[in-house]
């Protein structure tokens, strides 16, 4: 099955600072790759995701690359903010005839200091 | 509000003892998941359905079994419990069976004591 890894576990930066989450991925059939942010006490929400015909996506100060050859794909946040403070977790999936099941990463810690 | 309910939030129950976790999905959303997140073992898939029928397995154990209802609603139940299923369970939904970027509810945070 899919396996997929993240780095860093923990993040601290301070306010204004870009953070940078990396994972990779092993199953090369994977093809749409989600970003969610869990904050305390609360469920994981879709932030950004890209599917495999893609290699960046934007979204105001959020942005994802993929890089297929590789197998991995990267979240960037820029002029973080306090409240971007939050789990982050990545995540793989090949849509099939047997369902869509997310394998996700292990979490991302952010902390952004004011 | 993300439209996808879980009931109840927090549960607090024996070994031994079953449960029952109920998610209704975000209006329109045909498709339900379960996810278990525990600390050492981050989220992991456990079970999808679409309009009612088992879609996708994961690494569901036998003592746990869920299922759609035809109003689309969803339940989890645990049996047997043990100390290692303390657990936060989240459901999921998406409109279709293959749904990307589906919606997460808040999850009931299970205890075994």
């Known amino acids: 099955g899919e396996n997929v890894e993240q780095h860093p576990s923990t993040l601290s930066v301070q306010e204004g600072d870009s953070a940078v989450i990396k994972c990779t991925y092993s199953?090369?059939?994977?093809?749409?790759f989600p970003w969610y942010k869990q904050e305390l006490g609360k469920g994981p929400q879709l932030i950004i995701d890209?599917?495999?015909?893609?290699g960046e996506k934007k979204d105001q100060r959020i942005a994802v690359t993929l890089n297929k050859t590789a197998k991995h794909f990267s979240l960037h946040i820029t002029e973080t903010q306090p409240e971007d403070s939050a789990v982050y977790f990545c995540a793989a999936s090949r849509a099939g005839n047997t369902g869509n099941q997310f394998y996700f990463g292990t979490g991302t810690s952010l902390t952004v200091i004011p | 509000d993300s439209g996808v309910t879980q009931t109840p939030k927090h549960l607090i129950t024996a070994t031994g003892q079953r449960v029952t976790l109920r998610c209704s999905p975000r209006?329109?959303?045909?498709?339900v998941y379960w996810y278990q997140q525990s600390l050492d073992q981050g989220l992991q898939f456990l079970i999808q359905?679409?309009?009612?029928?088992?879609?996708a397995k994961g690494n569901i154990l036998e003592r746990f079994s869920a299922q759609q209802f035809p109003d689309l609603h969803s339940e989890l139940n645990l049996s047997s419990l043990e100390l290692g299923d303390s657990a936060l369970y989240f459901c999921?939904?998406?409109?279709?069976?293959?749904?990307?970027?589906?919606?997460f509810g808040s999850g009931t945070r299970l205890t075994v004591v």
């Open positions: 890209i599917r495999s015909n893609v």
């Open positions: 359905y679409y309009n009612g029928e088992e879609r």
């Open positions: 209006s329109g959303d045909l498709s």
């Open positions: 199953d090369s059939a994977s093809n749409y």
């Open positions: 999921a939904s998406s409109v279709g069976e293959r749904g990307n970027g589906y919606t």
